[in-house]
T-cell receptor, first 113, second 111 residues
Framework: AQSVSQHNHHVILSEAASLELGCNYS??????LFWYVQYPGQHLQLLLK??????LVKGIKGFEAEFIKSKFSFNLRKPSVQWSDTAEYFC???????????FGSGTQLTVLP | DAGVIQSPRHEVTEMGQEVTLRCKPI?????LFWYRQTMMRGLELLIY????????DSGMPEDRFSAKMPNASFSTLKIQPSEPRDSAVYFC?????????FGPGTRLTVT
């Protein structure tokens, strides 16, 4: 079965710092990749997704992610974080024709003002 | 569209009681998913439906949990009897063109 690893459990940054959150998956076939964000007390919202095509994907709120197939990775980046980016970030994958998502354990991002 | 709607938003109940969580997916979405989120286990898929038919319930923890989708606009997740370890946030999501849209969740506390 596929799995998703997010190695950073808690990241603390100051405003304007650059962000990169790691995501690795274990599956050699066709994958669809997602990053979701969960603000405190709220539901998950989609930041960006990759299905095919350009491996550099741009999402909402200035986030982007790069799919590197050879590394089984889909890292999330933002050049300059804001205090309002404080949230938990989840990487997710679905494999082939499967409809369900497998989520990583999440990374809690705290941005200090 | 109002998005995925879940009710209640908060539920506090005593151990042994029956709990029913409700979900209304986004109109036109043909997949519906139930997830559970806890600090210890993260986000877990419990069950999902396609066109009202359960496709994969392998994530349902035990027989105390059951889910139904009687029509395209309504699903329930029932726990009977409830136990303190069922305390979690339960999310419903519906899917369109590969993307899942999550509801606000039901925070369940079993005392």
């Amino acid at each position: 079965a596929q799995s998703v690893s997010q190695h950073n459990h808690h990241v603390i940054l100051s405003e304007a710092a650059s962000l990169e959150l790691g995501c690795n998956y274990s599956y050699g076939g066709t994958v669809n990749l997602f990053w979701y964000v969960q603000y405190p007390g709220q539901h998950l919202q989609l930041l960006l997704k990759y299905f095919s095509g350009d491996p550099l994907v741009k999402g909402i709120k200035g986030f982007e992610a790069e799919f590197i197939k050879s590394k089984f990775s889909f890292n999330l980046r933002k050049p300059s974080v804001q205090w309002s980016d404080t949230a938990e970030y989840f990487c997710a994958v679905n494999v082939g024709s499967a409809r369900q998502l497998t989520f990583g354990s999440g990374t809690q991002l705290t941005v200090l003002p | 569209d109002a998005g995925v709607i879940q009710s209640p938003r908060h539920e506090v109940t005593e151990m042994g009681q029956e709990v029913t969580l409700r979900c209304k997916p986004i109109s036109g979405h043909d997949y519906l998913f139930w997830y559970r989120q806890t600090m210890m286990r993260g986000l877990e898929l419990l069950i999902y439906f396609n066109n009202n038919v359960p496709i994969d319930d392998s994530g349902m923890p035990e027989d105390r949990f059951s889910a139904k989708m009687p029509n395209a606009s309504f699903s329930t997740l029932k726990i009977q009897p409830s136990e303190p370890r069922d305390s979690a946030v339960y999310f419903c999501a519906s899917r369109d063109r590969g993307e899942q849209y999550f509801g606000p969740g039901t925070r369940l506390t079993v005392t």
